[in-house]
């Protein structure tokens, strides 16, 4: 047998061990206070997004996608024929994932307000905004619409970080933002 039973049947009873006792305590008053702080930090953390979620057809999200990228196209990525689309600073602008793209590129102007709209066509996406570590998972038929404000100057990688096929480790994006009236 490679189980046996207790020596001492009513094992339960047994003096706690001073060490146990010091590594109970300690876990229990961690564990309250990571319990308060969730709660200061939803309030003060800023680390949550400004984000509303609607449901949405995948279909209807392509075609808006596509018409913002359209009239909002100022060139393309590189020799990629990817639309980089500068959309009007306070107002929406889109990006689509789908096996295995984050499409358009956007450049945004900083200390604007934007409303991105993402959204997936096919299946669940993550997205992640880096080096800032910005992340939302994005699943077809819901649409995230979050207000962001780029803060600084530079070109944002998009990645995924749902693993979606094997295609995952491609599907990167790219967002530009620039000083004001710059770019384009
Ligand atoms: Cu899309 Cu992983």
Sequence with gaps: MAIHPP???VWWNEPIAKAELIWIVIAFVWGL???FMMIYWHIYGQQNLSTQVGRIDPAVFEQRTN???EKFKIREEGDTGI???KPLPGGDAYM???????WPVLELEKGKPY????????MQHGFSLQPINMNIQVHPGLEHIIT???KEVGVYGVICNEYCG?????MTGRIYVVEPGQGG
């Excluded at 094997?166 to 491609?170: E, W």
């Design 166 to 170: 094997l295609g995952h480790h491609v």
């Design 96 to 102: 689509l994932a789908r096996t295995f793209d984050w």
């Design 33 to 35: 206070l990571m319990f």
């Design 83 to 85: 639309p980089v689309a």
């Design 115 to 122: 409303k991105l709209h993402i959204s997936s066509l096919d």
């Design 67 to 69: 018409e913002f990228a």
């Design 7 to 9: 020596e001492s049947r």
């Design 148 to 150: 962001i404000t780029p």
